[in-house]
């Protein structure tokens, strides 16, 4: 149960840039490290912590660390760690590396993006190490990299109108992920009241065909992300769907630091 749980909201968790960098009018201005709690009703299934940098020359690293905790531990322990390096200014990833460690087996991909649009991954699985090279729809994003860029919107224009898509490639497969706004609202969390905009989330997983690639089967609608409608369009929180009910991600502890200090 645990494990249906997690694996089939990793995805969107994982995903889930929480702490990336507050976004100041100059935009990445402020470093930031934040913890986030990922729980089912009064279960604490894993926590997550994210360090990101200021931006230098348009370019933004960040790495999100999670782990299993309490009853999903001792169930299904799991440890994952993603890492980006996105071009803010261009859109993009430049690359990433997803690591997954569950059940005594490790996963690491490490992929390059281009402006083709086109990645490059090389995937050690069980001791194997295999290089792909793939042809994307469109500019590529990783799994923390499109958080960045709809931040960066947020920040610059507050409450957003227009739906947002992005194609996400984790270092196995390709997604559409499509954002689309809704209201503000006032959301209570640990680290103060805020007003944040709702953002329902939907994922359509794809295939190649031939040259191109076309949707492998029907959109799945993954839950609603909430974002802080100021200037720092904070991540407060997340609720997704899980076979046994809604999930939801929390933000606990919000550390800022000043670039250049």
Known sequence: MVRRVFWQGWVVVAMM????????????????????????GPSHLAEM???TSCAEDGVVTSRLTAASRGLARRIHPFQVRLDTRANVDGGRSERSQTFIHEKGVSRRYRSQFDTSPQVS???QVRGRTER?????????????????????DVAREGA???ARRYALWDGWKLVYLDVMPGDVEEVWTPVGEVEAQAFR????????????WERAEATEELGTLWIETSPRALPVSMSFRAPIGSVRIEIQE????????
């Open 17 to 40: 840039a929480w702490g990336t960098p507050a976004v100041a009018g100059d935009a990445f201005g402020a470093a930031e490290s934040a913890v986030y709690e990922v729980r089912y």
């Open 49 to 51: 912590g994210v360090e």
């Open 121 to 123: 991954t090389e995937a």
């Open 132 to 152: 792909e090279q793939v042809g994307l729809p469109r500019v590529g994003q990783d799994l923390l990299s499109w958080m960045l860029h709809l931040r960066l």
């Open 160 to 162: 957003l109108q227009g």
């Open 201 to 212: 989330l939907r994922r359509t997983r794809l295939e190649q065909a031939g040259a191109g």
């Open 254 to 261: 919000l550390e800022r630091r000043s670039c250049g200090t």
